[in-house]
């Protein structure tokens, strides 16, 4: 098998983790991001999810509440957030920009290289708004490389990491869930930057098995080369409706 800059990379999480299958539509009411990492090869990575990519607006203040108060009431929230949830997200904020230019186009298969280790199992780590518990499914990871000699411009989306499942000749492309995904509309294009030689490591469910078929990974106009996955074919049935790779 070629050997990849994937290769010399380790992934490190807690052992003996008690991981599940993500349940269809199961995503609904979880908060998190699939991404792990961006920056150098560095060759032990700790399995730490982005929080979010976007930080949230804040609760508004109360009634009664003056500045100095709020703000000291928001840091004490925050400062507990992240102590509870420390072994499983990164509280880091990603530095985001702003264009007006479309960027969709410059991310291909010849500024940046994906490697699916889709025999691998990571955790992927969710918190569950109802539960106020942090879930751990089984995943696999996905490791994308910048190849080209510039700095790409890495737009903001909610899943930029896609599944495309061999169907009838062609790649359909498949969520784990059945719900409307309703999009934010910004007056411009939101991005963060990746450097020349640097990498996104984010991850993927493993679905519940099934058939096996041919799939690939997207991301954005980049996709990675074909790789066998089993699938539970109930999952391609209630796909909310039907794309292909193009």
């Known amino acids: 098998k070629e050997k990849t800059f994937a290769d010399n990379l380790v992934l490190s999480f807690p052992k003996g983790e008690k991981l599940s299958f993500q349940n269809f539509n199961y995503d609904m009411n979880e908060m998190g991001t699939s991404l792990i990492y961006i920056g150098k090869e560095n060759r032990n990575i700790d399995v730490k999810y982005y929080k979010y990519i976007l930080p949230p607006p804040p609760p508004p203040p ?3 509440e003056n500045a100095a108060e709020y703000s000291k009431a928001r840091k004490k929230f925050e400062d507990s957030i992240n102590f509870i949830y420390r072994p499983f997200f990164n509280p880091e904020a990603i530095q985001i920009k702003e264009t007006g230019e479309y960027l969709y186009e410059t991310i291909n298969n010849q500024t940046t290289q994906i490697i699916v280790k889709e025999k691998d199992t990571i955790p992927l780590y969710a918190r569950n708004y109802e539960i106020e518990e942090v879930k751990k499914y089984k995943a696999f990871p996905v490791f994308i490389k910048n190849i080209s000699p510039k700095t790409l411009r ?21 969520r784990n869930s059945d719900y409307l995904i309703c999009g934010m509309g910004f007056p411009k294009n939101r991005y963060f930057e990746l450097k020349p030689n640097e990498i996104l490591i984010y991850s993927f469910p493993h679905l519940k098995k099934g058939e096996k078929r041919k799939a690939k990974i997207s991301f954005y106009k980049a996709t990675s080369k074909d790789f066998e996955i089993s699938i539970d074919e109930k999952i391609i049935k209630n796909q909310r409706s039907t794309h292909y790779l193009q």
Not at 156 to 164: D, I, R, S
């Open 62 to 64: 109360k009634s009664n």
């Open 154 to 174: 890495i737009p903001v989306e909610a899943q930029v990491v896609g599944l495309y499942v061999l169907k009838d000749k062609k790649f359909q492309y498949i």
